[in-house]
């Protein structure tokens, strides 16, 4: 009876210590998965925060908790100068920018975001902000020509959380 009971508990024993590997294995198997494929440059360790930059990186992370979205500019052409009939300005394209997956980024003296317009490589402006409304659309004109890249800085430790897709301008064919 004693020799029973003494395998059953070693048995107990060494179901306790695998149990969480297997769940364990299993996170790291989703966690793969999410940044496998270029996956990790849309997901960040934190909310709010710049996104991975490897696959390695990524799946220490996953395994070690959970990932969040990082933070994504969508930008959509709406339109040129000449679809608007404005002969006011020069030519350019309207654009819709929508910010995503931002998160407030605490209090101090100054903006905690900051905003890069780049044309054709060049930083053409820089705007501060205390915060990026999300799923919220704004505009944004960029001349004929020019391609623009913008870049969402968090002020306070310098990491970029986010960077547009480039925007080339052009005129209807």
């Given at each position: 009876m004693k020799k029973h009971l003494l395998v059953f508990l070693a048995a107990l024993s060494l179901f306790a210590v695998l149990a969480p590997m297997g769940a364990s294995a299993q996170g790291n198997s989703e966690a793969a998965q999410t940044c496998q494929q270029g996956g990790f440059a849309n997901v960040s360790a934190r909310a709010g925060g710049p996104p991975f930059t490897s696959t390695g990186e990524c799946v220490s992370a996953g395994a070690q908790g959970t990932v969040y979205p990082a933070p994504t500019i969508v930008i959509e052409r709406a339109g040129t100068s000449d679809d608007y009939?404005?002969?006011?300005?020069?030519?350019?394209?309207?654009?819709?920018?929508?910010?995503?997956?931002?998160?407030?980024?605490?209090?101090?003296?100054?903006?905690?975001?900051?905003?890069?317009?780049?044309?054709?490589?060049?930083?053409?402006?820089?705007?501060?902000?205390?915060?990026?409304?999300?799923?919220?659309?704004?505009?944004?004109?960029v001349p004929f020509g020019v391609t623009q890249v913008i870049v969402v800085t968090d002020r306070q430790t310098g990491e970029v959380l986010a960077t547009g897709a480039p925007q080339v301008c052009e005129a209807r064919p």
């Open positions: 009939g404005d002969q006011t300005k020069d030519d350019y394209c309207f654009y819709w920018k929508t910010f995503y997956n931002f998160v407030e980024l605490g209090e101090f003296d100054g903006f905690p975001l900051e905003i890069a317009y780049y044309h054709d490589g060049v930083l053409e402006s820089i705007s501060g902000y205390d915060y990026v409304e999300n799923g919220v659309q704004r505009g944004d004109i």
